[in-house]
T-cell receptor, first 112, second 115 residues
Framework: LAKTTQPISMDSYEGQEVNITCSHN???????ITWYQQFPSQGPRFIIQ???TKVTNEVASLFIPADRKSSTLSLPRVSLSDTAVYYC?????????????FGRGTSLIVHP | NAGVMQNPRHLVRRRGQEARLRCSPM?????VYWYRQLPEEGLKFMVY????????ESGMPKERFSAEFPKEGPSILRIQQVVRGDSAAYFC?????????????FGPGTRLTVT
């Protein structure tokens, strides 16, 4: 299974852009990269997913270089409510099924 | 469309008792995943099920733990003879049949405390 490495914690201020980078050096050809957000005492919430290059949705952007050994989640203009743990996942596809592997996550604290 | 439902939200068991955790996936979802999260740690995959089938149980302890997803009714994660080390939050997630790429919808979790 591909292992992910991300910073344990990050601090930011309201209105700033936050970039969280995740390393996954041994990512396999059929692995997707997915990011989740988790608030205390809640289940994770899907943010964004990609395979290569750049993906953007209404919440975030995901940048994946050509070698796919890392990825960067970009959160534009964060607010206090973005304070949460962010998980980078690399999952394998087996027979059409996706088995994700969660890392330790990055605890993001947004300050006023 | 109701989200993923889990019950109970909190469960207290004494050592040696059985714990049964239930998960009702989102309507139309036939894929269910179970995860365990220890305090201050990430989620650990336990088992992946489709209706009446266990697809991948590589993350499940070999003893005392079992899971099922019957044709009718919720998915059940069963822990027999619980020990204090089983205390954790257990999350269930579901995904639609036609999405094999990993977008999962999580329930609120069941917090199991073993005394």
């Amino acid at each position: 299974l591909a292992k992910t490495t991300q910073p344990i914690s990050m601090d930011s201020y309201e209105g700033q852009e936050v970039n969280i980078t995740c390393s996954h050096n041994n990512i396999a050809t059929n692995d997707y990269i997915t990011w989740y957000q988790q608030f205390p005492s809640q289940g994770p919430r899907f943010i964004i997913q990609g395979y290569k290059t750049k993906v953007t949705n209404e919440v975030a952007s995901l940048f994946i270089p050509a070698d796919r050994k890392s990825s960067t989640l970009s959160l534009p203009r964060v607010s206090l409510s973005d304070t949460a743990v962010y998980y980078c996942l690399v999952g394998r596809l087996t027979g059409g099924s996706y088995i994700p592997t969660f890392g330790r996550g990055t605890s993001l604290i947004v300050h006023p | 469309n109701a989200g993923v439902m889990q019950n109970p939200r909190h469960l207290v068991r004494r050592r040696g008792q059985e714990a049964r955790l239930r998960c009702s996936p989102m309507k139309g979802h036939s894929h269910v995943y179970w995860y365990r999260q220890l305090p201050e740690e990430g989620l650990k995959f336990m088992v992946y099920l489709q209706k009446e089938n266990i697809i991948d149980e590589s993350g499940m302890p070999k003893e005392r733990f079992s899971a099922e997803f019957p044709k009718e009714g919720p998915s059940i994660l069963r822990i027999q003879q619980v020990v204090r080390g089983d205390s954790a939050a257990y999350f269930c997630a579901s995904s639609p049949r036609d999405r094999g790429t990993g977008e999962q919808y999580f329930g609120p979790g069941t917090r199991l405390t073993v005394t």
